[in-house]
């Protein structure tokens, strides 16, 4: 829901940080690759206890998942580079509540184990609605320039990466906090189902 406000006032300053690394002569995959390895060492950190480390190198993570793009503005994008972004960033989301499910199991394992059910589903609806809008055509840049169709949500990356902060500085609430956006992620996943039947369903709804 945020994604669109957010990044109108992010993307100034990433692009230029952005065209720094394409100067370098690092390119777009590489930083994807390391924002996800970051990421993956967040998910580490929170597993072990270290919540202000985890919650940094979240923080870093998805500052070098915003630059990727960026740096692919001055390489120039690609289908696989937007495909291994993608990938990533559900690698991503779904290590981070699996590693305060592995910190607490008693306390956090129904919730964490629901959360990430709900983002497999709400994964598949994005992924899929994505696939038939390219087959019929259908563009936005609401999101930045994407290499797939973003559909609106209430539960976006914006919205994801804020969760896993109040995770981080709020861990004894995670249960709460995991059922709720599990909550928020599953109406969003429905109401693009939704969306895709009036968008996609024909005439007869099928």
């Not at 580079?81 to 607490?104: H, S």
């Not at 999101?143 to 949500?153: M, P």
């Not at 539960?155 to 249960?175: D, H, Q």
């Amino acid at each position: 829901m945020l994604d669109g406000w957010a990044r109108k006032r992010i993307d100034p300053a990433l692009d230029t940080i952005g065209r720094a690394i394409a100067a370098a002569g690092i390119s777009a995959n590489a930083v994807t690759l390391a924002a996800c390895a970051v990421g993956l060492a967040a998910a580490a950190a929170l597993a072990s206890g270290q919540l202000w480390l985890g919650l940094a190198l979240i923080l870093v993570s998805r500052v070098g998942d915003g630059l990727d793009g960026a740096v692919a503005k001055v390489h120039g994008k690609t289908d696989f580079g937007g495909y291994l972004d993608i990938v990533l960033d559900f690698v991503f989301y779904g290590a981070i509540p699996l590693a305060f499910v592995i910190l607490d199991p008693a306390a956090n394992g129904i919730a964490g184990a629901t959360l990430i059910a709900v983002f497999y589903a709400n994964g598949a609806s994005f992924l899929a609605y994505a696939i038939l809008a390219e087959k019929h055509g259908l563009a936005s840049d609401a999101r930045g320039a994407k290499s797939l169709f973003f559909t609106t949500g209430l539960a976006e990356a914006t919205e994801t990466i804020s969760v896993f902060v109040a995770f981080c500085l709020f861990p004894a609430w995670f249960p709460v906090l995991a059922l709720a956006f599990a909550a928020l992620t599953a109406y969003t996943a429905l109401s693009r189902i939704v969306l895709a039947g009036k968008v996609f369903g024909g005439k007869n709804g099928t």
